[in-house]
């Protein structure tokens, strides 16, 4: 199941994670909600907690 944060209120730029295939297949994929036939990246679920941890502490700035 594909779902987008409930901050995504910007006009449809914004991303899709599956976080249910974490205990199934032991990845996080991520798409653009634009294009969800397009590309998937795919997480392990530490890297992508890190991310996540990185994002809620502003390393990457205003996003």
Do not use: Q, T
Request: charge should be negative; include cysteine; aromatic fraction near 12%.
């Amino acid at each position: 199941m594909w779902f987008k944060s409930s901050y995504s209120s910007n006009g449809g730029e914004c991303v899709e994670v599956a976080r249910n295939l974490v205990a199934a297949e032991g990845i996080v994929p991520v798409r653009d909600s634009k294009d969800p036939e397009g590309a998937h990246l795919r997480f392990s679920p530490a890297s992508f907690d890190a991310f996540i941890d990185a994002v809620k502490a502003g390393r990457f700035g205003n996003v």
